[in-house]
T-cell receptor, first 115, second 119 residues
Framework: DGGITQSPKYLFRKEGQNVTLSCEQN?????MYWYRQDPGQGLRLIYY???????QKGDIAEGYSVSREKKESFPLTVTSAQKNPTAFYLC??????????????FGPGTRLTVT | AQTVTQSQPEMSVQEAETVTLSCTYD???????LFWYKQPPSRQMILVIR??????QNATENRFSVNFQKAAKSFSLKISDSQLGDAAMYFC????????????????FGQGTRLTINP
């Protein structure tokens, strides 16, 4: 089945450690996105990528880094510089970034807890 | 910058009845897209319905329909014949239609409305 996978579902880390969240899609989508979800705040865009080896910062990129070496993969690293990393992280993809009525498909998410 | 506001943190409805979720947005653009996403307890985001701003006709998908008021910048979601499976967080989202502009591809989300269905 085509879709987006994120692993693991739950992730625990100690403060000061970097952690990488995985996102893989087999939909042959060009664009991929990372969102952060906090209670009562909806989703906020961290980074997005239109094509391989290219990505742009979203609204809350500080303390995060990404790479896009393959079309199928868009891992997100939460660095120790991120002041409040505990959150639910959602990865999404779309067939193209611009154009009418495109839909973003979302993965199941990763719940990161940093203590 | 565009903003999306959902003023109802929580709503509840009796099974089989109709409920309307509110959404307002702020933009200076004339062409854009609006979406309603559903997030059930599994936390998987699911697209419910979309609306192109240039279309006057309100979008409909089975039991889900919207009331799009462009001048008022309002985009409400109506759920008819509510079912237990409709219980979820509902998010309204905005996307610019502008091409190849920094950040144009992003979705701007509201804070969400938690919908409870009472049996």
């Amino acid at each position: 089945d085509g879709g987006i996978t994120q692993s693991p579902k739950y992730l625990f880390r100690k403060e000061g450690q970097n952690v990488t969240l995985s996102c893989e899609q087999n939909l042959n989508h060009d664009a991929m996105y990372w969102y952060r979800q906090d209670p009562g705040q909806g989703l906020r865009l961290i980074y997005y990528s239109q094509i391989v080896n290219d990505f742009q910062k979203g609204d809350i990129a500080e303390g995060y880094s990404v790479s896009r070496e393959k079309k199928e993969s868009f891992p997100l690293t939460v660095t120790s510089a991120q002041k409040n990393p505990t959150a639910f992280y959602l990865c999404a993809s779309s067939i193209r970034t611009a154009g009418p009525s495109y839909e973003q498909y979302f993965g199941p998410g990763t719940r990161l807890t940093v203590t | 910058a565009q903003t999306v506001t959902q003023s109802q943190p929580e709503m509840s409805v009796q099974e089989a009845e109709t409920v309307t979720l509110s959404c307002t947005y702020d933009t200076s653009e004339s062409d854009y897209y609006l979406f309603w996403y559903k997030q059930p307890p599994s936390r998987q985001m699911i697209l419910v319905i979309r609306q192109e701003a240039y279309k006057q006709q309100n979008a409909t998908e089975n039991r889900f329909s919207v009331n799009f008021q462009k001048a008022a910048k309002s985009f409400s979601l109506k759920i008819s014949d509510s079912q237990l499976g409709d219980a979820a967080m509902y998010f309204c989202a905005y996307r610019s239609s502008a091409k190849i502009i920094q950040g144009a591809q992003k979705l701007v989300f509201g804070q969400g409305t938690r919908l409870t269905i009472n049996p």
